[in-house]
């Protein structure tokens, strides 16, 4: 964090604690998946099982990564980088996302192979215990992957139902590497149960073409996804403001102490998993300048509280009569 001193050894074993708890689980998940998915592909030939194995194959890959790029997030920030490695996860979300496009591009390709020229499933057994096996892994993932954004979101959620719903309205709000998982395995569980209706399609009926068209239909999916944490990521390269409901959080704390009247800018930009707090605040007039400093000590200490803020500047100024501050309406 910025509120640490530079230039201390760094812990990696308490950077990887530290590591992104989604994505580390979800790259083993899909590791396992990808193998059994493999190896029923081959005995089966069947094309659902190749584009799902496909996508397993490219989940554990980015994931794995992720977890990584999560993990070199969390350094301290040094002399030459000041503010932090917020950011690295934003370049490893990216990489990721060139990996998941090229083996959608594949998925596709060997979707419309398979329309041109359907090919003879069997091994139904085989198929149907893997996908099944895959769908319960990766909906437990993606379950995981649920409440850890309700936990970053700092939303709390009961129950199953509550846990899914909060999880899909808060989603922006959580980490980079979490979102990847999110979006991921939700396109995976979603995959699993499209193979496992081109499997029993194409064993009980002549409609050979379901193989195709699913194994197209996952591809498609796999390219929703890549544009998605794409542009999520590409955003936060560039520096994004936080939610407005975290930036009302940051001015509520600022106005808890009794000497504040008012602030008179602040912008609150996100990095990575943390917010990053600049502002000027206002104070009440006849205040000596040691006060004032103390006063803006105080605040800073408060607001370096939060887990989710890693750094703050303030300024302080004597109150000047107007009202500044207007609170962000909520999204």
Known sequence: MASEKTGEKTNWIELIKKGNVSSGTAAVGNAAIAVAKGVASVMTGSGAMYASMMHSI???????????????????????????????????????????????YETIREGIHLLQHP????????????????????????????????????????????????SFRNVKRAAPPTR?????????????????????????TNFAAIDGISSILIGILMVIVAFRVGYDNMVGLIGVSAPPDVENKVAAIIFSDSNVTDIYTMRVVQEGRYYHVDGLIELKPGMT???????????????????????????????????????????
Not at 62 to 90: D, H
Not at 180 to 204: H, K, Q, R
Not at 312 to 331: Q, R, S, Y
Request: net charge negative; proline share 3%; hydrophobic share 50%.
């Open 58 to 104: 490219a989940d554990a890959v980015n994931q794995a990564f992720v977890f990584v790029g999560s993990v070199l997030a969390e350094k301290k920030p040094t002399r030459r980088f000041p503010t932090g490695y917020g950011r690295v996860i934003n370049i490893f979300c990216m990489i990721a996302v060139m990996v998941v496009t090229f083996m959608a």
């Open 119 to 166: 090919s003879e499933s069997k091994g139904f057994w085989i198929n149907l215990t893997v996908l099944l096996f895959s769908i319960i892994v990766d909906g437990l993932i993606l379950f995981k992957a649920m409440k850890e954004v309700n936990k970053e979101a700092r939303v709390e959620a009961k129950g199953f139902a509550g846990t899914v719903g909060s």
């Open 180 to 204: 990847l998982v999110f979006y991921e395995d939700l396109v995976a569980t979603s995959g699993a149960l499209l193979a496992l209706v081109a499997v029993v399609v194409t064993t009980l």
């Open 289 to 331: 300048l040691a006060d004032a400093d103390d006063v803006k000590l105080r605040i800073r200490e408060k607001l370096l509280g939060d887990p989710d803020i890693a750094d703050v500047t303030l300024g302080i100024l004597e109150d000047n009569g107007v009202k500044d501050w207007v609170p962000n309406p909520a999204e």
